[in-house]
T-cell receptor, first 113, second 114 residues
Framework: AQTVTQSQPEMSVQEAETVTLSCTYD???????LFWYKQPPSRQMILVIR??????QNATENRFSVNFQKAAKSFSLKISDSQLGDAAMYFC??????????FGKGMKLTVNP | DVKVTQSSRYLVKRTGEKVFLECVQD?????MFWYRQDPGLGLRLIYF???????EKGDIPEGYSVSREKKERFSLILESASTNQTSMYLC?????????????FGPGTRLTVL
């Protein structure tokens, strides 16, 4: 079975600084997708960014980018120019052939003004 | 925009009660999901449905059942609520099967069972 590990339960960053959230996963599949979801306090979970395993190029969405290391099974999220609105729970997730999302335990990001 | 709504944001029930959690999506999505979210455990899949009247067990189906009589509505049922079912319940929908299709989440229902 696939597993997703987010080893850091909490992190903090100063506004305007850069922070990297780590995620590792375990799978024997070769074709899969990886996702980062954001859950702001008392608000709905939304998709931040996704990465297709067969693409070597790292995905980027504005201030959010990933560092995808397929051989190491690592999928970290970098948030540049952190804003107060980035404060949230962040979940790393995996989707393989079952087409069901497998989530990590989540990480709480605090942004300090 | 896709909208996924859940019938209640907060719900308090007593042990042994039958509890219905409702989820409605307005974008004609085929797939719908129920997750349970607990601190330190992330999201765990309870049940999902690929289409109307179809359902499949997820990772933690024990103590739950589901119903999908209409495409837009997916109900989670706790036949006899227990205190260990106190949790946040999230519903999600997806246009259809396929890696690229994003899941859209509802706001969640925080259920407390006393």
């Amino acid at each position: 079975a696939q597993t997703v590990t987010q080893s850091q339960p909490e992190m903090s960053v100063q506004e305007a600084e850069t922070v990297t959230l780590s995620c590792t996963y375990d799978t024997s599949e070769s074709d899969y997708y990886l996702f980062w979801y954001k859950q702001p306090p008392s608000r709905q979970m939304i998709l931040v960014i996704r990465q297709e395993a067969y693409k070597q190029q790292n995905a980027t969405e504005n201030r959010f980018s990933v560092n995808f290391q397929k051989a190491a099974k690592s999928f970290s999220l970098k948030i540049s120019d952190s804003q107060l609105g980035d404060a949230a729970m962040y979940f790393c997730a995996y989707m393989g052939g079952s087409e069901k999302l497998v989530f990590g335990k989540g990480m709480k990001l605090t942004v300090n003004p | 925009d896709v909208k996924v709504t859940q019938s209640s944001r907060y719900l308090v029930k007593r042990t042994g009660e039958k509890v219905f959690l409702e989820c409605v999506q307005d974008m004609d999505h085929e797939n719908m999901f129920w997750y349970r979210q607990d601190p330190g455990l992330g999201l765990r899949l309870i049940y999902f449905s690929y289409d109307v009247k179809m359902k499949e067990k997820g990772d933690i189906p024990e103590g739950y059942s589901v119903s999908r009589e209409k495409k837009e509505r997916f109900s989670l049922i706790l036949e006899s609520a227990s205190t260990n079912q106190t949790s946040m319940y999230l519903c999600a929908s997806r246009r259809t099967s396929g890696y690229y299709n994003e899941q859209f989440f509802g706001p969640g229902t925080r259920l407390t069972v006393l």
